[in-house]
């Protein structure tokens, strides 16, 4: 689906049951305005349901600096070949991967991710809202001077954004043209 065609769908579902004259006859260009946020909205709605995330995730390879760190927003998606489409949340609904195939745990705090935690496990924790950590497994942590760097690159799978409308699966475009319909209307009856 293109733009054009999320635009007319959302026009004719707001127009729907409306009588004559429509009050969305030239509202064609404020409808696009709003093409964003819908898709910013489906997939974050898609990233927290089970059973749809799949659609909207991909995996990422990111290559890892001397310090074991990467910033997210610079990760190429497999699927879509674009940068700054993932959902930093969406990171925690997959799976982050490191060279040697260990899986890594997330850590929610920087504070857990300095502190000691059980060296069974390798793990990650995401700070400064896109920059991911890596903590490699069987080390003991008491301080930041202790944490060494799992072996990169990292595979990540992750829930994403596309970039453009034409992007989402086709399962996902209805959920599309309501998302947009009700962003639209709820602009209108705020107004």
Same mark, same amino acid.
């Given at each position: 689906?293109?733009?054009?065609?999320?635009?007319?769908? &959302?026009?004719?579902?707001? !127009?729907?049951?409306?009588?004559?004259?429509?009050?969305?006859?030239? =509202?064609?260009?404020?409808? /696009?305005?709003?093409?964003?946020?819908?898709?910013?909205?489906?997939?974050?709605?898609?990233?927290? @349901? =089970?059973?749809?995330?799949?659609?909207?995730?991909?995996?990422?390879?990111? %290559?890892? @600096?001397? !310090? #074991?760190? /990467? !910033?997210?927003? %610079?990760?190429? #998606?497999?699927?879509?070949?674009? %940068?700054?489409? $993932?959902?930093?949340?969406?990171?925690?609904?997959?799976?982050?991967?490191?060279?040697? #195939?260990?899986?890594?745990?997330?850590?929610?705090?920087? +504070?857990?991710?300095?502190?000691?935690?059980?060296?069974?496990?390798?793990?990650?924790? $995401?700070?400064?809202?896109?920059? $991911?950590?890596?903590?490699?497994?069987?080390?003991?942590?008491?301080?930041?001077?202790?944490?060494? &760097?799992? !072996? #990169?690159?990292?595979?990540?799978?992750? &829930?994403?954004?596309?970039?453009?409308? @034409?992007?989402?699966?086709?399962?996902?475009?209805?959920?599309?043209?309501?998302?947009?319909?009700? $962003?639209?209307? +709820?602009?209108? +009856?705020?107004?």
């Amino acid at each position: 689906m293109t733009v054009d065609q999320l635009v007319e769908r &959302s026009l004719r579902q707001l !127009n729907a049951g409306q009588p004559q004259p429509h009050t969305w006859p030239d =509202s064609s260009i404020d409808i /696009a305005a709003c093409v964003m946020q819908a898709r910013q909205k489906v997939a974050r709605d898609v990233m927290y @349901d =089970s059973s749809l995330r799949s659609l909207l995730q991909q995996e990422y390879l990111v %290559t890892l @600096d001397a !310090n #074991g760190e /990467a !910033n997210l927003l %610079t990760a190429t #998606g497999s699927v879509t070949s674009t %940068t700054g489409e $993932i959902l930093i949340d969406g990171v925690r609904m997959g799976a982050v991967i490191d060279a040697d #195939g260990n899986k890594l745990q997330p850590l929610l705090h920087y +504070s857990d991710f300095i502190s000691p935690q059980p060296t069974v496990y390798a793990y990650y924790c $995401i700070k400064d809202r896109a920059t $991911i950590l890596t903590r490699a497994k069987d080390v003991a942590v008491n301080s930041v001077l202790d944490i060494q &760097s799992v !072996n #990169g690159p990292l595979t990540i799978t992750a &829930s994403y954004t596309p970039a453009t409308v @034409d992007n989402f699966p086709l399962e996902l475009e209805d959920d599309l043209v309501n998302a947009l319909v009700a $962003i639209v209307a +709820s602009k209108v +009856s705020l107004a």
